[in-house]
């Protein structure tokens, strides 16, 4: 998938200007990339258009407009957006409690690393997760991680097969869940694997 350029990204001015029609649409986007694991993890697939949303909200919040403060933004986020072998995901632990989300962050230390995905026919594949810093340490994990799932040649043709269906779930001592990917959702993670560039 194509990275993104500083081509590709809108003037703080005329960001402002289709900012709430442009927020509508990722959105509606957003919606059909996100899969709920269990009560209390969410996963947020992201991609092209994700990463730049992300990346103008960051420039209009910090008033970034100089070339070389841009280029952060665009070498931080644009490892974010899959490349056509992989999935890539934001992990949100989330508990409204703050002592329960305390007590629960303790306790599920390493689940970034237990989160797995399955392509019909075949093993799963487990994430690698944080790859620019790591996100827990002996207290605790963080509510938010990065995940990339990596897959081979075979099971990306399989996966973009129509009859073929893709699991998903967390295998960790404190934290279990799986699910079948419902088909619209499926449809969104087919399209990361054919668009790549």
Known sequence: MNKLKRDDLLTLEAYAGCRDKFRQEVMRH??????QLGEHI??????RLTMQ??????LRVERIFEAEAIQEELDTYNPLIPDGSNWK???MIEYNEVDERREALAEMIG??????????????????????LERDNAEK???VHFLR?????EMRRAACHRRTGISIG????????????????????IEDLQNAA
């Open 30 to 35: 957003k919606a059909i990339r996100q899969i």
């Open 42 to 47: 969410r996963l947020l697939f992201e991609d």
């Open 53 to 58: 949303y992300q990346i103008q909200e960051m």
């Open 89 to 91: 995901a934001t992990m």
């Open 111 to 132: 689940v970034e690393r237990k989160v797995w995905i399955q392509v019909d026919g075949f093993a799963s594949v487990y994430a690698i997760a944080d790859e620019d």
């Open 141 to 143: 994990t963080s509510s």
């Open 149 to 153: 799932f990596e897959l081979s040649p």
């Open 170 to 189: 967390v295998d960790h001592p404190a934290y279990q869940a799986e699910i079948r990917i419902p088909e619209q959702n499926r449809l969104a993670l």
